[in-house]
């Protein structure tokens, strides 16, 4: 999902990252939380991915999620054109087949899913509540990994691969970060940048 539209309201940087850091900080599922959260993320400025939620994010200190991959390795990928018009919206993470996959946090394995262009793909909801990450073209899970399984940070998901539209032996993690609006479209929110967030 795009925002593609600038926002009027004035709402101050300040006001709005202690809103954020509030609003990722809740313990309670997103249902319960009610149409507050809603609000609030229909006033997020169309630069979501260089403020304040890419802060609230760094802070967590996630962890890059290819073993044996440092943060000064990644590329920023995440505005490069794909076909039919689309947006990478994630990173690609190069590394040999069958490196270990890990999970860059504490959360729920919320769906496992076999997409034409992402593969054996699947998608962690972090303890936050709100904010889904996305490990995709991968190999195959890791034993033990299914869906509504807790996972904690570091923890062996799956193995890099070259499933879905990846080009056969390009064996890479696409790795994407989004804030959801609704944990049951466990697909859609709103892009965050992982580049942003793992460097
Ligand atoms: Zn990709």
């Known amino acids: 999902m795009h925002i593609t539209h600038r926002f009027s309201i004035p709402v101050s940087p300040r006001a709005l990252a202690g809103a954020f850091a509030a609003l990722l900080a809740l313990d309670a599922p997103a249902a319960a939380q009610g149409t507050a959260q809603m609000a609030l993320l229909t006033t997020l400025p169309v630069s979501l991915n ?21 943060p000064g390795q990644l590329r920023d990928t995440y ?7 689309r947006v990478h919206d994630a990173i690609d993470i190069h590394a040999p087949r069958g490196t270990p996959v890990l999970a860059v946090s504490d959360g729920v394995v919320i769906k496992l899913h076999y997409g034409a262009r992402g593969g054996k793909s699947l998608y962690q909801l972090d303890d936050d509540g709100r904010t889904r990450y996305y490990y995709a073209h991968l190999d195959r899970y890791a034993p033990g990994v299914h869906q509504g399984v807790r996972v904690t940070r ?3 998901i799956g193995y890099v691969g070259d499933t879905g539209n990846a080009q056969p032996g390009d064996y890479h993690l696409h790795f994407a970060i989004a804030i959801l609006n609704n944990v049951s479209r466990w697909w859609g929110g709103t892009n965050v940048n992982p580049y942003d967030v793992l460097r």
């Open 50 to 70: 260089r403020g304040s939620v890419v802060e609230t994010l760094r802070a967590r200190n996630l962890l890059v999620p290819v073993e044996g991959v440092s």
């Open 154 to 156: 570091g923890q062996v």
């Open 79 to 85: 505005n490069h054109a794909r076909s039919g018009g």
